[in-house]
């Protein structure tokens, strides 16, 4: 079943929306539906103002029933938006998605990568069809939807977005992934990876006649979103199967190829906790994100400081445990 619930709190909206990838905004009874979470600035729909980034933050598998208070408060996705919003500004718009399907705790992100199996885990990355770029676009822009209509069912004028016509602004983008979260990091960096480069100049134009589209406050297409991304955080991710990380040599050549013709400068930052890079069960979490980070490195060289990698280990005293793996969403350090 469809539902819906945005209350205003403060200068926040604060909401979420379940929503099935079928083609259309309207709720349907059939087809998973894609859940997301959100805290917007109300005065962004008030004065001319943009935002100053769109923190999007795609989540894990669920947990429940551990018993642990800290872990049930940090699996919860309105206190995950809360700490984006802490972690990034307040004039940052905050989104946390979560998979459209669960097959017991595990989330399968099937819409945003088609090859994953049964549980979620992915057989391989491919560009064809840029399914995660298109389905975050096609999320954000409803959620944003809602947000508005939310605005108009409070004020007796329809919500308008207050914006120049002069302006000609996009907003940055912020792309984290937590746990199993972080396979929809490396789609969309194997689709960032493929992109055409010649359409970076042609998705940052913004038509006059469009101002008052969501396209101001989030990108409007692929190109826009993937054109517009800044920040890539790895928060402490994992599987139990390999595809943890991006290993592929032409990907990453792909994104620095792309910086070097004119793209935007991307900064990737790898977080990690005990529980995922010391798993001795599972070693080869650690063995690509090295590789990751090697790769990354080795392109930065040449990059003329448009590509930024920082790796951050949390807890690196403790011995690995759950909590941790929970905690370091609370202790990220994205400076």
């Known amino acids: 079943m469809h ?3 945005v209350v205003t709190v403060d200068y926040l909206i604060h909401g979420s929306l379940e929503w ?11 087809g ?10 109300v005065k962004q729909f008030q004065n001319p103002n943009l935002p100053s980034a769109n923190a999007i933050f795609f989540n894990g598998d669920c947990v429940q029933g551990t018993g642990n208070s800290v872990i049930e408060r940090l699996s919860n996705v309105e206190e995950i938006v809360e700490i984006l919003v802490s972690k990034f500004g307040g004039s940052v718009n905050a ?7 669960f097959n017991g705790p595990f989330a399968v992100y099937k819409d945003f990568i088609p090859s994953v199996n049964q ?5 391989s990355y491919s560009p064809k069809g840029f399914p995660a770029s298109t389905s975050t676009v096609s999320l954000l822009s409803n959620c944003l939807e809602a947000a508005k209509k939310s605005i108009s069912g409070k004020q007796k004028e329809p919500c308008q977005l207050g914006l120049s016509p002069s302006r000609s602004y996009q907003p940055k983008t912020f792309i984290l992934g937590f746990s199993k979260g972080g396979t929809v990091l490396n789609q969309l960096i194997t689709e960032l990876g493929f992109s055409k480069v010649e359409s970076i100049e042609h998705s940052l134009q913004i038509k006059e006649s469009d101002v008052q589209e969501e396209c101001q406050m989030l ?6 979103l993937l054109n517009s991304i ?7 991710v994992g599987l139990n199967s390999a595809g943890a990380y991006v290993t592929d040599q032409d990907v990453i050549r792909g994104i620095s190829k792309r910086l070097a013709e004119g793209a935007g400068g991307i900064r990737f930052v790898v977080h990690g906790t005990p529980r995922q890079w010391c798993d001795k069960r599972r070693d080869w979490i650690r063995n690509e994100k090295d590789k990751f980070v090697h790769l990354l490195e080795s392109e930065a ?14 807890f690196s005293d403790q011995l690995p445990n759950l909590q941790m793996h929970f905690e370091i969403i609370e202790n990220l350090d994205v400076s």
Do not use: M
């Not at 989104?95 to 399907?101: C, N, R």
């Not at 800044?230 to 402490?236: P, T």
């Open 3 to 5: 539902s819906q619930s």
């Open 219 to 224: 990108p409007n297409s692929k190109e826009s």
């Open 230 to 236: 800044a920040e890539i955080h790895y928060v402490d």
């Open 32 to 41: 998973p539906l894609q859940s997301c979470s959100f805290s917007l600035p």
């Open 95 to 101: 989104w946390v998605v979560e998979a459209s399907t």
């Open 119 to 123: 549980w979620g885990d992915p057989k």
């Open 20 to 30: 099935c990838f079928e083609g259309s905004t309207a709720p349907k009874q059939q």
């Open 301 to 314: 060289e040449h990059s003329e400081g448009k590509l930024q990698v920082c790796e951050r280990f949390y």
